[in-house]
């Protein structure tokens, strides 16, 4: 083994002498270089922000771009705010002798469930009404001695207890001798003061009809019919005789005070009802 790595050096020495002597370089061993791309277009550095804008145009800063955001963020609750206004609150008093469609105030509650029985009509059910909702004064027996009024003139009305609705009213509401219908429009009238012992006076627009014919008339009038205390007159009323009428202008008065006729407690009563024939 020694010979033969003896011997292995000595027998490249010539080829090298052989090159060398030649006078050729030895073949270079270095990688080929790769080949160049097929030649392609310069592609253009991507243009900045500032010169994508138009010519002659500027760029807003960006504090103002923020607040340009901001502006459009808020404009539609801005927008939303311009919405029309709710209707007043039912706890708010109406403003007097405005006409509204529909009762308003913190009495309403109340008249509404007393309309549900006095508008039937039903003398039954029309003394049910006033003996749950209204309060009256009484004599000394515990009788009541006030109830519906129905006013025939601007300040004269015959009175009927509200106890005895049911007994009067059918003898004349079911033959047609009475009429009325009341609709959803009211104003308030007069508004709670001191000076009236606040109560407060509300109306309801209706139709009413009187069909007597002159002998009942005149036995109303002089048996039933009564004037007014103090020169008081009806709301809106006009009538200065006691005439039959179909379908004529009338009006539906309630007499409402919290705390009913002694005003203690928040619950409103009807302490006065008047059916006023207007014309």
């Not at 991507?46 to 994508?52: D, F, I, Q, R, S």
């Not at 500027?58 to 927008?79: I, L, N, R, S, Y």
Request: glycine letters at 8%; charged letters at 30%; proline letters at 8%.
């Amino acid at each position: 083994l020694r010979r033969c790595a003896e011997e292995a050096p000595s027998a490249a020495a010539p080829a090298d002498k052989e090159g060398a002597s030649s006078g050729e370089a030895p073949e270079a061993t270095q990688a080929e270089a790769p080949a160049p791309a097929a030649d392609k277009p310069p592609t253009a550095p991507a243009a900045p922000a500032e010169e994508a804008q138009e010519e002659g145009s500027e760029v807003a800063p960006k504090d103002d771009q923020a607040h340009a955001k901001g502006k459009a963020a808020t404009a539609a609750p801005e927008e939303a705010e311009k919405v029309e206004e709710p209707p007043p609150a039912v706890d708010e008093a109406p403003a007097k002798n405005v006409s509204m469609l529909g009762c308003h105030g913190p009495w309403c509650d109340m008249v509404d469930r007393f309309n549900s029985l006095f508008d039937t009509n039903d003398p039954a059910k029309m003394e049910k009404a006033l003996l749950i909702y209204g309060e009256w004064p009484e004599d000394k027996e515990g009788s009541h001695l006030e109830g519906l009024r129905i006013a025939v003139t601007r300040d004269h009305y015959f009175e009927i207890p509200a106890e005895k609705i049911k007994s009067e009213l059918k003898e004349y509401l079911p033959r047609g001798m009475f009429k009325w219908t009341f609709g959803n429009e009211y104003k308030v009238f007069r508004a709670p003061t001191k000076a009236n012992g606040q109560e407060l006076v509300l109306v309801r627009t209706g139709t009413m009809t009187f069909a007597l014919g002159w002998l009942r008339r005149q036995l109303f009038w002089t048996t039933s019919v009564k004037p007014t205390k103090e020169g008081y007159t009806f709301p809106d009323s006009t009538v200065e005789e006691f005439d039959d009428c179909h379908d004529c202008a009338a009006e539906l008065a309630y007499t409402l005070k919290q705390g009913g006729l002694i005003g203690v407690g928040d619950d409103w009563a009807i302490t006065g009802l008047a059916v006023v024939k207007l014309a």
